[in-house]
T-cell receptor, first 113, second 112 residues
Framework: AQSVTQPDIHITVSEGASLELRCNYS??????LFWYVQSPGQGLQLLLK??????LVQGIKGFEAEFKRSQSSFNLRKPSVHWSDAAEYFC???????????FGPGTRLSVLP | SQTIHQWPATLVQPVGSPLSLECTVE??????LYWYRQAAGRGLQLLFY??????ISSEVPQNLSASRPQDRQFILSSKKLLLSDSGFYLC???????????FGQGTRLTVV
């Protein structure tokens, strides 16, 4: 079974600074990888996904993530953080049957003005 | 287009009372359906998933059960709620072959 770790529980950055949220996964086959964002009291919104092909994927709201098979990582990045990016971010891995998603514990992002 | 509906949005229930949370999906057929729970300050825990009518897989032993009486309906139930059942419950769906999961807006359950 697959698993996901997000080493950082809480990250604080200043507005305008760059951001990188870490995600490591464990899965025996080629993974399907996702990043979701959750605002307080809301459901989850998909930021981006990786299925195959180019290992650098672009998402919504200026986010991107890079799949590194050798490191079993799928880190999320943004060059300049906005105050509205403050939220909880979840990395997820799905199996290739699309029937089992596992989420990481989440990283809470705070943005300082 | 596909949409997912989850209700109620908030619920306060006494300990020992029953529970029924409903989730329906529109605009697709034979979806995979999921129930997740998010406890305060914690990540998402997969509770149940279903790949078809009447087919339920449970990920963790607990006080809850799930049913799928129709193709696009997924129900989370409990006969007697515990304080530890409090949390944020999310329903999600996807199709086969590794597509992303789409989430409902969640139900905030407080057991008092």
């Amino acid at each position: 079974a697959q698993s996901v770790t997000q080493p950082d529980i809480h990250i604080t950055v200043s507005e305008g600074a760059s951001l990188e949220l870490r995600c490591n996964y464990s899965y025996g086959a080629t993974p399907y990888l996702f990043w979701y964002v959750q605002s307080p009291g809301q459901g989850l919104q998909l930021l981006l996904k990786y299925f195959s092909g180019d290992t650098l994927v672009q998402g919504i709201k200026g986010f991107e993530a890079e799949f590194k098979r050798s490191q079993s990582s799928f880190n999320l990045r943004k060059p300049s953080v906005h105050w509205s990016d403050a939220a909880e971010y979840f990395c997820a891995v799905g199996d290739n049957y699309g029937q089992n998603f596992v989420f990481g514990p989440g990283t809470r992002l705070s943005v300082l003005p | 287009s596909q949409t997912i509906h989850q209700w109620p949005a908030t619920l306060v229930q006494p300990v020992g009372s029953p529970l029924s949370l409903e989730c329906t999906v529109e605009g697709t057929s034979n979806p995979n359906l999921y129930w997740y729970r998010q406890a305060a300050g914690r990540g998402l825990q997969l509770l149940f998933y279903s790949v078809g009518i009447g087919q339920i897989s449970s990920e963790v032993p607990q006080n809850l059960s799930a049913s799928r009486p129709q193709d696009r309906q997924f129900i989370l139930s409990s006969k007697k709620l515990l304080l530890s059942d409090s949390g944020f419950y999310l329903c999600a769906w996807n199709t086969d072959r590794g597509t992303e999961a789409f989430f409902g807006q969640g139900t905030r359950l407080t057991v008092v």
